[in-house]
């Protein structure tokens, strides 16, 4: 009994440990990463190629006032950036890195991550409502009917992938596509011809769901200041970055289970963590190489695209991929 | 007054945006009465960084009133100046030197290329990307430092005197300013790959912002924003001045009436400019840069003189009444973003915020040279 | 020619245009070089000017039509330029301190290639100066006459929003006026 209690501690706190190390270091990888694009150095003082940024970053966010807005509701106003980085901590606690790097093997680990990542929307909700600002407010509006309009998508064309494979195990879903890249959903397949729009519209959702550009309606910052976050100082905000990253990192690892055969090499040679993680660094630099050329798009723009577009294809794509389940 | 607050459904609120808000490019404040994200109507005030400057143009002797004009725009100052100094020859009577007046031509249009540069950037981010501003800002750079050379200044120039200028231009300039033209054309083409064509971009300013032709009219809106709106005005071709009627440019002109129109005005500028920038270096004559007569004294006879130039901004118009003195007896500053912003209340009345303020970004906007 | 059709139509305006005529005509028979231009206007000075339509020389002044009228008669003057298609580039005003007047300045332009800008002014006692607004024609005069309120301290009369704009919203001093002391 006390050993398995352990052993829990020990995956949450590592989970946590690789949560908030890349959120630390994906806002340097963000910020180098921006300065290439744009032909500046980005942030190269602070100890070799600006490795220490992070660490500086975080102590400076340590030692700075919480300002809590008078008339601000306080107790909601400080709980909503734990609720912001708490679900995406607990989430990695299912995340399959490899075959034996679990720490928690789910038979719904699916749901589980889809469960926490809809708190998430709360937390902005939160955050901009409590705040009694009005740029909040708007802000919060936008991001929970955003929030609320990718899930639809996301979770139709998960459906798809359930479907297919028979499983809602994380480590199974990878499992069902090992051996080589030509076993990827997001490859074609009789059963399911259209997977690589799928894959794109997930890509897309993922976007959205994690507030990144060119969907960051909810932080828009030309427009509503900074969004739900305006009023946070300190490490309030803090946490709502590194939130946003540990999301990020979700978003990466999820579309790589679902699609990309997690651990899984595209030869079939050497399956192990270094792939996945491999595979996640490249989808997430994707992220940062999308936010640094787009910009933003509208609200209404938004909701379209995901109304009037990413929902019937994936509605569309799931009829056929049943249709053709039951033909195969 | 405490607890969050409460918006119910079909009640409208008040959103201050500005006089510190990152779309306002400075201390614009826009007071909206909101509906949701629609605004039901909006109230521009200004002043916050309000100088007096026509009182200093009072105050001052005409020599003296000089920096001021540079510091009503900062992103194309040379274009107010030169305003200022033709006004004041054309006044007094002051013959300028052929030379100068064709350095005066390339440097302004240099400076017009760096403001339409810098605005592009602001544009963009104004949209939500941010990268094209760092790409603008290196372009623009090069031209700074070129007209710092010549100049001694980066932004705020006080380059030109009653009758030519303070400073002729040498080799490494014209060098400099040949080898920027090509440079300058590819990076066009590169801004129109990286942004005009992007989908996002495009979905963001069509048909979004319509300014029409009439309103230009009874608001006297002038430059890209009356130009977008299919109106075929450009001071330097319909008023001509210094020696633009010896170039060979075109003006360029989109009937759409909407923000992408006033968007591709100006990109289409920077290429003009360049020509003009190009057939100024081909034609530069040899000669003195400053009359051999002029007066010592600058005293206009007394009347009232008026001088309108093109901006990067719209027509800049500058009234000297004279009374005979060394000082302006009134000394009026008609600057374009004045008449073009006050369209913006009636324009974005309707529309969603995030439009709205891409509006206002399409409109091009310089704080102090609104409230100078 | 826009600007003989202007020129005609606003001499209307005057019941008596006798005398200004020959003004005009006086102007533009002088008006060929710099140095008897020069002269005229040091001594044109001396006076204040008589209500009337002046045709300018261009090169010299930057406009080309100069009327002055009653404040009575701006609303049909400022009428038939927007009827004419013109465009309202500024509004100013000018403390004539000497003669006890506050002049309400209009410039208005054309956007096509038929060059001709028009000056209309209008004085109005220093004591209580009052003007008819002109936003009704052209709503873009709101903020310059607003403007022109803040520094001169000229009412513009029917004008629907008339504080001050540049000058702080409790402002109660015209800095433009000649014997404004800071």
């Given at each position: 009994m006390s050993l398995t209690i352990l052993n829990a501690v020990i995956a949450v706190v590592i989970a946590i440990a690789f949560a908030a190390l890349n959120a630390a270091y994906l806002v340097w990888a963000e910020r180098r990463g921006a300065g290439r694009i744009q032909r500046r150095p980005g942030p190269n003082v602070n100890g070799p190629l600006g490795l220490l940024q992070p660490p500086a970053d975080g102590l400076k966010l340590m030692t700075k006032q919480l300002v809590i807005p008078g008339g601000a509701d306080?107790?909601?106003?400080?709980?909503?950036?734990?609720?912001?980085?708490?679900?995406?901590i607990m989430s990695f606690v299912t995340i399959p890195f490899s075959d034996s790097i679990v720490a928690r093997s789910m038979d719904i680990g699916v749901l589980m991550i889809f469960a926490f990542a809809s708190l998430g929307a709360m937390s902005v909700l939160l955050a901009g409502w409590s705040s009694r600002n009005k740029y909040g407010v708007m802000a919060s509006v936008r991001a929970v009917s955003q929030n609320i309009s990718y899930e639809i998508p996301m979770l139709i064309t998960v459906i798809t992938i359930v479907m297919m494979t028979g499983t809602m195990n994380l480590k199974e879903l990878v499992a069902s596509q090992s051996g080589g890249i030509w076993n990827w959903n997001i490859v074609p397949s009789l059963s399911s011809p259209l997977m690589p729009i799928s894959f794109l519209i997930f890509f897309t959702c993922s976007l959205a769901e994690t507030n990144r550009a060119p969907f960051d309606l909810g932080e828009a910052e030309s427009e509503l200041v900074a969004g739900f976050h305006t009023e946070y100082g300190s490490m309030g905000f803090g946490l709502f970055f590194m939130g946003e990253y540990a999301n990020i990192v979700i978003g990466a690892s999820l579309i790589t289970i679902l699609f990309l055969g997690g651990w899984d090499c595209p030869l079939g040679l050497f399956p192990g963590v270094w792939w996945f993680l491999l595979k996640i660094y490249v989808l997430i630099f994707s992220f940062i190489w999308i936010r640094w050329t787009f910009p933003r798009t509208t609200i209404y723009g938004l909701l379209n695209l995901s109304w009037k577009i990413l929902i019937p294809i994936s509605l569309f794509n799931l009829l056929l991929t049943a249709g053709l389940l039951k033909v195969f | 007054m405490s607890g969050p607050i409460h918006i119910q459904p079909g009640e409208t609120f008040t959103l201050n945006v500005g006089p510190q808000h990152p779309a306002t490019h400075g201390v614009l404040r826009v007071k909206m009465e909101m509906d949701g994200e629609y605004i039901v109507k909006a109230e521009t005030v200004l002043g916050y960084i309000h100088r007096m400057h026509e009182l200093m143009g009072e105050n001052r002797t005409y020599p003296q009133v000089l920096p001021n004009l540079s510091r009503l725009d900062y992103l194309g100052a040379l274009g107010y100046t030169h305003g200022h100094v033709l006004a004041v020859e054309r006044a007094a009577g002051i013959e300028v030197p052929e030379?100068?007046?064709?350095?005066?031509?390339?440097?302004?249009?240099?400076?017009?290329?760096?403001?339409?540069?810098?605005?592009?950037?602001?544009?963009?981010?104004?949209?939500?990307?941010?990268?094209?501003?760092?790409?603008?800002?290196?372009?623009r750079e090069y031209i700074l430092d070129m007209l710092e050379a010549v100049t001694g200044s980066r932004l705020t120039y006080c380059y030109y005197r009653f009758g030519g200028l303070y400073n002729d231009i040498d080799d490494e300039f014209i060098d400099r300013a040949r080898a920027f033209i090509p440079r300058m054309r590819k990076s066009l083409k590169k801004y129109d790959a990286l942004v005009t064509g992007n989908i996002i971009f495009r979905k963001r300013l069509e048909g979004i912002?319509?300014?029409?032709?009439?309103?230009?009219?009874?608001?006297?809106?002038t430059g890209p924003v009356a130009r977008g709106a299919g109106i075929n005005f450009d001071v330097r071709k319909n008023e001509p001045y210094s020696v633009y009627p010896e170039f060979d440019f075109d003006v360029p002109v989109y009937d759409e009436c909407d923000s992408l129109a006033r968007y591709k005005v100006r990109m289409d500028e920077m290429e003009q400019s360049l020509r003009i920038i190009e057939q100024g270096l081909d034609k530069l004559p040899d000669g003195p840069i400053m009359p051999k007569k002029k007066p010592k004294l600058i005293k206009p006879p007394a009347g009232d003189y008026y001088q309108a130039v093109e901006t990067a901004r719209g027509s800049f118009g500058i009234r000297i009444v004279s009374d005979g003195t060394k000082n302006a007896y009134r000394f009026k500053l008609r600057s374009p973003t004045y008449s073009n912003m006050s369209l913006f209340d009636e324009a974005c009345e309707g529309m969603m915020i995030m439009d709205a303020l891409a509006m206002m970004g399409s409109l091009d906007l310089v704080i102090p040279e609104i409230d100078r | 020619m826009i600007k003989d059709t202007v020129l005609q139509s606003l001499r209307e305006l005057f019941p008596d245009p006798e005398p200004v005529v020959e003004e005009a005509a006086a102007e533009s028979a002088e008006g060929d070089t710099a140095e008897d231009d020069k002269k005229k206007a040091a001594k044109k000075k001396v006076e204040p000017r008589v209500n009337g339509v002046i045709e300018r020389d261009h090169a010299q002044y930057g406009y080309d039509i100069d009327v002055q009228l009653d404040?009575?008669?701006?609303?049909?003057?400022?009428?038939?330029?927007?009827?004419?298609?013109?465009?309202?580039?500024?509004?100013?005003?000018?403390?004539?301190?000497?003669?006890?007047?506050?002049e309400a300045v209009y410039d208005f332009s054309r956007y096509d290639f038929d060059l001709c800008r028009v000056v209309v002014r209008t004085r109005t006692s220093r004591s209580e100066p009052k003007v008819p607004t002109i936003s009704k024609i052209y709503p873009g005069a709101a903020w310059h006459e607003r403007?022109?309120?803040?520094?001169?301290?000229?009412?513009?009369?029917?004008?629907?929003?008339?504080?001050?704009?540049?000058?702080?919203?409790?402002?109660?001093?015209?800095?433009?006026?000649?014997?404004?002391k800071p």
């Open positions: 306080k107790a909601l106003f400080m709980v909503a950036p734990v609720l912001a980085m708490a679900p995406a | 030379r100068a007046e064709y350095i005066r031509a390339i440097t302004v249009e240099l400076n017009r290329v760096a403001s339409h540069l810098f605005w592009f950037g602001a544009f963009v981010m104004d949209l939500g990307g941010f990268t094209p501003l760092m790409y603008a800002i290196e372009d912002g319509p300014i029409s032709a009439e309103m230009c009219r009874k608001y006297g809106a | 404040p009575g008669e701006l609303l049909a003057a400022v009428m038939i330029l927007d009827k004419a298609g013109f465009f309202l580039e500024c509004v100013t005003g000018v403390d004539w301190i000497k003669e006890e007047q506050l403007e022109t309120h803040d520094f001169f301290g000229i009412k513009f009369d029917g004008h629907p929003h008339l504080v001050p704009l540049l000058l702080p919203e409790d402002a109660d001093f015209h800095p433009l006026l000649k014997d404004f």
